[in-house]
């Protein structure tokens, strides 16, 4: 589990691919203090598992699925990654709940500075799209950011100087791919009211089912 809060930029040193799957090595400095095999790390919001260690890198495993999944094929030695180690039990939630499971993959469409900070308007998938809402939490690239505007396939963040600083979105450019993730709560609550409506009869979610419901 982790927050969206990205501890460092990282950078790919390897990317290493053959018929018995892919490897990526990156390293890092922060959270590389008290890191051990096994454990999960988020790499642009990608939940891995560390599989080697060295002094100053580790090595992650990556599977097809995560490939298809994500925008980590693209990686290339030299590329800036957001990382950030696992929430410690007792640790801060200085973001949301973020599972490193990623949705979908999404695009920066337009770039606007406005005041001290800058705004992305990112086109997302619908089964990204289906779970996000103005002012709530989404995961892009592994960073926990707030939904200042949304559209019928696309939203927009704003990021102020310092989240700037801490990932790569200082040098992301339209046309350049993020991970997505949707609040996981929103999937919970789905899930929930559609299973319970199902047992009542109910084929769909509407205003006044939810009514009833006390929401």
């Not at 002012?135 to 963040?157: E, P, Q």
């Not at 791919?177 to 409506?197: F, H, I, P, Q, S």
Request: proline share 3%.
């Amino acid at each position: 589990m982790f927050t969206g809060i990205v501890e460092e930029l990282g950078e790919l040193v390897k990317r290493q691919s053959a018929a018995s799957g892919t490897y990526l090595v990156m390293k890092g400095t922060r959270v590389m203090d008290d890191l051990a095999l096994g454990d999960s790390i988020a790499v642009n919001g990608v939940c891995l598992t560390v599989a080697r260690l060295t002094a100053s890198s580790f090595y992650a495993d990556v599977m097809p699925e995560t490939l298809r999944k994500t925008n980590l094929y693209m990686l290339k030695p030299g590329d800036k990654v957001n990382l950030e180690r696992a929430l410690p039990v007792g640790g801060r939630l200085g973001g949301h709940f973020i599972s490193g499971h990623v949705d979908g993959v999404g695009e920066i469409i337009a770039v606007q500075k406005e005041g001290n900070a800058l705004v992305k308007k990112i086109n997302a998938p619908p089964e990204v799209l289906r779970y996000t809402i103005k002012k709530g939490s989404i995961a892009v690239d592994g960073t926990s950011l707030t939904v200042v505007d949304l559209g019928k396939n696309w939203f927009t963040v704003s990021l102020i100087p310092h989240t700037l600083q801490q990932t790569t979105f200082l040098t992301k450019r339209s046309g350049d791919t993020v991970n997505l993730e949707a609040d996981m709560l929103a999937k919970y609550v789905e899930k929930l009211l559609l299973e319970t409506g199902r047992e009542k009869g109910q084929s769909s979610i509407s205003y006044t089912y939810l009514q009833e419901l006390g929401f």
